[in-house]
């Protein structure tokens, strides 16, 4: 056990080196292994047990889950996947008010099936929907915080890079954490939806509505404009075949068919096979390969960085004592939630999303569970919290994302987007909100599954 002086060191070399732009990997390797020679004094514990923790991570068969649904995501969004899905829902939404925005909102939630990152979402329906909507009159605040606030659903649809993250560093059953998220998704999208249709109703100058052409030549447009060139029969069955991919990958993992690693492998070659039938070349196939490659390896060395940290944590007793210390505050359990969600929210302005969760959550899942939440539930909770860290000024990342793809508004700035995307903040708020007092929401699918495979 660490004397207490020794954690404030080990803490606060972690934060220094973190806040300093060091690696996150490399500052939680640094931290871990300084915990440990001061735990230990002695240089060969120390190289033997970060060997040996290197080891057991990366021969954990459900570490390949993660770049078997990230190939799964590449090839579909190589042969053009993200751009028929926003086609055709459009044109299935062109009677809805704001239908551009709640076409993106839909696509962005589909999409989240594919690939599990956020900032992939933000860059693509950057170069997709803002266009489109930019065309048809919509204010330019408008759009822009729709496609940056709607992007945050890649990490909580299933399957999220952030719950394949969480699940590893907490032991939590991964295939639980993606059926977890579905319903919550599907409240946020509604959230999103109902926010966009309002806009469209009470002020449709913001929508692009009549500012052109009188309402019947516009609707006739509108209508048509997205799709004269496509040839909606291959997009109609292109997007059946995504469905179809979804519900087989997560049906298969929620009825204990195959496991998330199984699923995933099944999901990257159907996804291969229906990109080769969308006339996905080998260089492009090539690419995607490479792409993952590129993403997964410094994901894998985080997970084995972190994994290392949890242990140490654990070891020296930090996680205890964080955890005593506030059992023993006298705070009611909720006031320690909303300090855990708070940090969330700051991080989320300065780090990405896997920093914060490789940081935090050694130390805050068994904290929630020691002051009775719902593990399951907490995990949905801190997943949303993060995301909405990613809306939040100065450097919210989504929205520098978003910037970055949109080359042609020269004059566009941060603050823009930023106050475009508050009220995706403010339902992201509500979400969390509800599954605090509602920790149903996310359990009832996980436990329903359990129920179906007794």
Same mark, same amino acid.
């Given at each position: 056990?660490?004397?207490?002086?020794?954690?404030?060191?080990?803490?606060?070399?972690?934060?220094?080196?973190?806040?300093?732009?060091?690696?996150?990997?490399?500052?939680?390797?640094?931290?871990?292994?300084?915990?440990?020679?001061?735990?230990?004094?002695?240089?060969?514990?120390?190289?033997?047990?970060?060997?040996?923790?290197?080891?057991?991570?990366?021969?954990?068969?459900?570490?390949?889950?993660?770049?078997?649904?990230?190939?799964?995501?590449?090839?579909?969004?190589?042969?053009?996947?993200?751009?028929?899905?926003?086609?055709?829902?459009?044109?299935?939404?062109?009677?809805?008010?704001?239908?551009?925005?709640?076409?993106?909102?839909?696509?962005?939630?589909?999409?989240?099936?594919?690939?599990?990152?956020?900032?992939?979402?933000?860059?693509?329906?950057?170069?997709?929907?803002?266009?489109?909507?930019?065309?048809?009159?919509?204010?330019?605040?408008?759009?822009?915080?729709?496609?940056?606030?709607?992007?945050?659903?890649?990490?909580?649809?299933?399957?999220?890079?952030?719950?394949?993250?969480?699940?590893?560093?907490?032991?939590?059953?991964?295939?639980?954490?993606?059926?977890?998220?579905?319903?919550?998704?599907?409240?946020?999208?509604? !959230?999103?939806? +109902?926010? %966009?249709?309002?806009?469209?109703?009470?002020?449709? =100058?913001?929508? #692009?509505? @009549? &500012?052109? /052409?009188?309402?019947?030549?516009?609707?006739?447009?509108?209508?048509?404009?997205?799709?004269?060139?496509?040839?909606?029969?291959?997009?109609?069955?292109?997007?059946?075949?995504?469905?179809?991919?979804?519900? !087989?990958?997560? +049906?298969? %993992?929620?009825?204990?068919?195959?496991?998330?690693? =199984?699923?995933? #492998?099944? @999901? &990257?070659? /159907?996804?291969?096979?229906?990109?080769?039938?969308?006339?996905?070349?080998?260089?492009?196939?090539?690419?995607?390969?490479?792409?993952?490659?590129?993403?997964?390896?410094?994901?894998?060395?985080?997970?084995?960085?972190?994994?290392?940290?949890?242990?140490?944590?654990?070891?020296?007793?930090?996680?205890?004592?964080?955890?005593?210390?506030? /059992?023993?505050?006298?705070?009611?359990?909720?006031?320690?939630?909303?300090?855990?969600?708070?940090?969330?929210?700051?991080?989320?302005?300065?780090?990405?999303?896997?920093?914060?969760?490789?940081?935090?959550?050694?130390?805050?899942?068994?904290?929630?569970?020691?002051?009775?939440?719902?593990?399951?539930?907490?995990?949905?909770?801190?997943?949303?919290?993060?995301?909405?860290?990613?809306?939040?000024?100065?450097?919210?990342?989504?929205?520098?994302?978003?910037?970055?793809?949109?080359?042609?508004?020269?004059?566009?700035?941060?603050?823009?987007?930023?106050?475009?995307?508050?009220?995706?903040?403010?339902?992201?708020?509500?979400?969390?909100?509800?599954?605090?007092?509602?920790?149903?929401?996310?359990?009832?699918?996980?436990?329903?599954?359990?129920?179906?495979?007794?």
């Amino acid at each position: 056990m660490f004397d207490p002086t020794d954690m404030i060191i080990l803490v606060s070399v972690l934060l220094v080196l973190v806040f300093t732009g060091i690696h996150i990997a490399v500052s939680l390797g640094i931290t871990s292994m300084l915990g440990i020679y001061l735990m230990t004094g002695q240089v060969e514990t120390v190289l033997s047990f970060t060997s040996n923790t290197a080891y057991e991570a990366l021969r954990d068969y459900i570490f390949a889950v993660i770049p078997l649904f990230l190939l799964m995501g590449e090839f579909l969004a190589k042969c053009g996947a993200a751009t028929d899905l926003f086609a055709l829902i459009n044109r299935a939404t062109r009677r809805v008010p704001g239908r551009l925005g709640v076409a993106t909102v839909l696509a962005n939630a589909v999409f989240a099936f594919i690939t599990g990152v956020s900032i992939a979402a933000a860059a693509a329906f950057s170069k997709i929907a803002y266009p489109e909507m930019r065309r048809f009159g919509y204010e330019r605040k408008f759009a822009l915080g729709c496609i940056a606030g709607s992007a945050c659903l890649g990490m909580l649809i299933p399957p999220s890079v952030l719950m394949i993250v969480w699940g590893v560093l907490t032991e939590m059953a991964i295939g639980k954490l993606f059926i977890a998220g579905i319903i919550p998704g599907f409240i946020v999208v509604t !959230l999103f939806i +109902g926010y %966009i249709m309002w806009v469209a109703i009470r002020h449709p =100058e913001r929508v #692009g509505e @009549g &500012a052109v /052409l009188p309402a019947a030549q516009q609707l006739a447009r509108d209508a048509n404009d997205l799709v004269e060139e496509k040839d909606m029969k291959a997009i109609l069955l292109s997007t059946l075949g995504i469905l179809c991919l979804i519900v !087989l990958v997560l +049906g298969g %993992i929620w009825l204990g068919l195959f496991t998330p690693t =199984e699923g995933a #492998g099944v @999901g &990257a070659t /159907l996804a291969l096979i229906l990109a080769l039938m969308r006339g996905m070349k080998m260089s492009e196939m090539l690419e995607a390969i490479l792409s993952v490659g590129k993403t997964s390896a410094p994901l894998l060395l985080l997970l084995v960085a972190a994994q290392l940290y949890s242990r140490v944590l654990a070891m020296t007793g930090v996680t205890g004592a964080t955890k005593d210390f506030f /059992l023993n505050s006298g705070l009611s359990p909720y006031v320690i939630l909303a300090l855990m969600v708070l940090v969330w929210f700051i991080l989320g302005c300065i780090i990405d999303s896997i920093s914060i969760i490789l940081l935090t959550v050694p130390v805050f899942a068994p904290l929630a569970t020691a002051l009775g939440f719902d593990p399951i539930a907490f995990a949905i909770i801190g997943i949303i919290a993060i995301e909405t860290g990613l809306l939040t000024p100065p450097f919210g990342i989504l929205v520098f994302t978003v910037k970055a793809a949109v080359t042609d508004e020269k004059d566009l700035t941060p603050g823009e987007i930023f106050k475009g995307s508050i009220p995706y903040w403010i339902m992201l708020l509500i979400a969390i909100l509800a599954l605090v007092f509602f920790p149903q929401v996310a359990t009832w699918l996980p436990n329903l599954g359990n129920a179906v495979k007794l």
